[in-house]
C-alpha cells in the first residue's frame, strides 16, 4: 500500500489535507447549489468546520508530541547517546507543543466569532461551554505536562531508566484523559455544526443532503486514516520497545519485525542489525572467554592500550601444581589422563575465579593465575589469593573422592593433592610475544618466587606458602606459620616463608598448638639451640601428627648434628643446597 511506504511527516499531512478538501467541496457545493443560504454557509464552512478541524488536528498534534517524546527518551537509552539527536527530537517536541497550543486556540477564536455574530442563529449558551472547556483541558494539560515533562528530562539525564519509563506512562495518561476531552469537544462541537446545517434544510433540502453526505464521508475516512496510521505508528513502537528491554535483560535473540517503510521502520531495520551485531560479539566473547579469562577480555576491551605500552603494577601471583601427577599419569589412559585433568582444571579454577583471580594459563598441570589491578583494588590482591587457596585446597578431599568415581575405578592409582605458592611484588603486564602470537600475562621476580614456592611445598610438607609480602599484605585476615628463612636460587637475601592455615579465627586447639611449638622450635633452631629446638618440634609433633615443616626441621637438626653450620650462618635454608 503506498500510504504505509509514506513518511509519517507524510502521512498527517496527508490525512489534514485530505479533510480539508473534503471541507472546501463542501463549502463550493453549498455555494453553487444554495445562494440564499450564503451567510450560513459561510459560517458553517469557515467557523464551525475550522474549529472542528482544528480541535481535530490538536488530536493529531497530541500524537506527535507523543512520538517525538518518545524518540527523545529512546535517544537517551541507547548505550551512546547522540546528543545532536536528541536536540533535534527535543525541537519536534516543543514544535508538536506549540502546535496544540495554536490549533485550540484558533478553534476557540472561530466559536467566539459565531458567537459574537448577530446575524446567524446558534446556540451561543452550547458554544460558550465548549470554549471553557477547551480551555480548561489545554490548561490542564500545560500545568501537568510541563511538570511531567521536567521530570523526565532530568530521570532519562541521569539514566534513570525505570524511573523514567514510569514517567512517561503517566504522561500517556495524561495525553490520553487530553484527547478524551478534546474528542467530548469535538462531538459536542459536531453537535452545533448539525445544528447549524438543519438551519440550510428548512430553505434548500437538496443542499443539505448533499452537504450532510460530503461531511459525514469526511468524518468516516478521516477517522478510519487516523485510526490506521496511529496503529501503524504505535504498534512498532511497541515493539521496539519490547525489543529494548530484551536487549537490557542480555537476551539478542529476538528481532523486530518491519512493517513499514517510514521513520519508524528504518529504526527497526536498524535495531534489528543492531541486535545481529550484538550476538555477534556475544558469540566472540564467549568463544574466546574459553580461551582467555573474560576478565582479560573486557579489560582489554575497555583498555587496549594497557596491552600495548604495558605497565608496572604490584600484584599477587599464584602457582597450583598437583603433587603426584607424574605417578598417576603413568598408570593411566590418554582419554582417562584428559578426563582427570579436565576436571581437575575445573573445581580448582572455580575458587580462582570466584575470589575474582585472573587465570594465566595451564602448564600441564599447574595453574598460573594473578591478581591485581585493574582488575580489582589496590588493596585486595594478596587477601584475595590467599582466599582462592584456602578454598582450592579444601576442595582435595572431594577431588579425592570424585575422580575414581569419574573413571570408573576403584581407586587412583597414586594420590593427588595441592601444592601452592603465591607471592606479592612488582610485575610488568602487558602482550608478550611473537607477531604471530600474543599473550596477556605478568613477568617479574614475584612470578618466579611463586613458581619456587610451589615447588618448595614438597621439601616441608605443605600445601600453602606465601612470600613476606603476601603475610605483610594480609594482615590478620589468615591465620599463618612462618615456616623458615629461604634464599632462592637468583636472590642473595633470605626472606621469610609462611603457611597458610586457614581464614581468620578458623584453627582448631590442635592447630593453635602446633603454631605455638612450632614458633619455639624455630626461634631455638636459628639461635643454634638444637636440643630446644627439636623438643619443640616434637611438641608440635605429638598436638599434630605428621607435621611436615616440624619433621623437615628435625631431620635438618640431625643433619646439623653431624655436620655443623657455618659460623656465619643466618639461619636461613638455601635452596642451591637442594
Not at 445 to 457: F, G, I, K, P, Q
Amino acid at each position: 500500500m503506498p500510504l504505509f511506504n509514506q513518511s509519517i511527516r507524510r502521512k498527517i499531512v496527508g490525512i489534514a489535507l485530505g479533510l480539508i478538501v473534503l471541507m472546501l467541496v463542501t463549502s463550493i457545493l453549498s455555494m453553487v447549489m444554495s445562494s440564499q443560504v450564503g451567510v450560513l454557509l459561510d459560517e458553517l464552512t469557515n467557523r464551525y468546520i475550522p474549529a472542528y478541524g482544528d480541535l481535530a488536528r490538536a488530536n493529531i498534534r497530541s500524537l506527535e508530541r507523543s512520538v517525538a517524546l518518545r524518540r527523545m527518551v529512546m535517544m537517551k537509552m541507547q548505550e551512546s547517546s547522540d546528543e545532536e539527536a536528541y536536540a533535534a527530537r527535543l525541537h519536534e517536541f516543543e514544535d508538536a507543543d506549540r502546535k496544540i497550543e495554536e490549533e485550540t486556540s484558533a478553534a476557540r477564536k472561530l466559536i467566539n466569532a459565531i458567537i459574537d455574530d448577530t446575524r446567524t442563529p446558534s446556540d451561543n449558551a452550547a458554544l460558550a461551554r465548549i470554549d471553557a472547556r477547551i480551555e480548561t483541558a489545554v490548561s490542564n494539560l500545560r500545568h501537568d505536562m510541563n511538570e511531567d515533562h521536567a521530570k523526565l528530562v532530568k530521570q532519562v539525564d541521569a539514566k534513570q531508566m525505570a524511573e523514567a519509563r514510569g514517567t512517561l506512562e503517566h504522561i500517556d495518561a495524561i495525553r490520553d484523559q487530553f484527547n478524551q476531552k478534546i474528542d467530548a469537544i469535538r462531538a459536542d462541537m459536531l453537535k452545533q455544526v448539525f445544528v447549524s446545517t438543519s438551519q440550510v434544510i428548512g430553505r434548500q433540502h437538496q443542499a443539505i443532503i448533499i452537504s450532510g453526505v460530503v461531511t459525514l464521508l469526511a468524518a468516516v475516512v478521516g477517522f478510519a486514516f487516523a485510526l490506521l496510521v496511529s496503529s501503524g505508528i504505535t504498534r512498532p513502537v511497541r515493539l521496539l520497545l519490547a525489543g529494548t528491554r530484551e536487549v537490557e535483560a542480555g537476551r539478542f535473540d529476538k528481532t523486530i519485525t518491519v512493517s513499514t517503510q517510514d521513520e519508524i521502520g528504518e529504526l527497526a531495520a536498524a535495531f534489528n542489525r543492531m541486535i545481529e551485531q550484538l550476538r555477534h560479539n556475544e558469540r566472540i566473547r564467549e568463544t574466546f572467554g574459553r580461551y582467555i579469562d573474560p576478565k582479560v577480555v573486557q579489560g582489554l576491551i575497555d583498555r587496549p592500550e594497557v596491552a600495548i605500552d604495558g605497565q608496572r603494577r604490584v600484584m599477587t601471583i599464584m602457582f597450583c601444581d598437583m603433587s603426584g601427577f607424574t605417578s598417576m599419569s603413568e598408570g593411566m589412559t590418554p582419554r582417562g589422563l584428559v578426563k582427570v585433568m579436565n576436571h581437575y582444571f575445573t573445581v580448582m579454577s572455580g575458587p580462582i575465579r570466584n575470589n575474582r583471580g585472573v587465570i594465566d594459563k595451564y602448564i600441564g598441570d599447574a595453574i598460573m593465575a594473578y591478581w591485581g589491578p585493574p582488575f580489582i583494588e589496590e588493596d585486595e590482591p594478596a587477601l584475595f589469593a590467599c582466599f582462592a587457596a584456602i578454598d582450592m585446597a579444601d576442595q582435595v578431599p572431594a577431588l579425592q573422592k570424585q575422580l575414581p568415581d569419574l573413571l570408573g575405578i576403584r581407586a587412583m592409582p597414586a594420590p593427588c593433592d595441592l601444592r601452592i605458592g603465591i607471592a606479592t611484588g612488582e610485575v610488568l603486564t602487558g602482550s608478550i610475544g611473537s607477531e604471530l602470537m600474543m599473550s596477556f600475562t605478568v613477568m617479574g621476580d614475584a612470578v618466579n618466587l611463586a613458581s619456587r614456592l610451589e615447588a618448595v611445598n614438597k621439601i616441608y610438607g605443605t600445601r600453602i606458602l606465601i612470600s613476606q609480602a603476601t603475610a605483610d599484605a594480609i594482615g590478620s585476615a589468615c591465620e599463618l606459620r612462618e615456616i623458615d628463612r629461604l634464599t632462592v636460587v637468583g636472590q642473595s637475601v633470605p626472606q621469610a616463608i609462611f603457611e597458610v592455615m586457614s581464614k581468620a579465627h578458623g584453627l582448631s586447639v590442635p592447630q593453635e598448638s602446633l603454631r605455638e611449638h612450632y614458633a619455639e622450635g624455630l626461634s631455638a633452631y636459628r639461635a643454634q639451640r638444637f636440643d630446644e629446638a627439636r623438643t619443640a618440634f616434637n611438641a608440635a609433633l605429638e598436638a599434630v601428627p605428621g607435621d611436615g615443616p616440624s619433621r623437615t626441621l628435625l631431620a635438618r637438626i640431625a643433619q646439623f648434628e653431624a655436620n655443623p653450620p657455618d659460623a656465619g650462618w643466618d639461619g636461613a635454608w638455601r635452596l642451591e643446597q637442594k
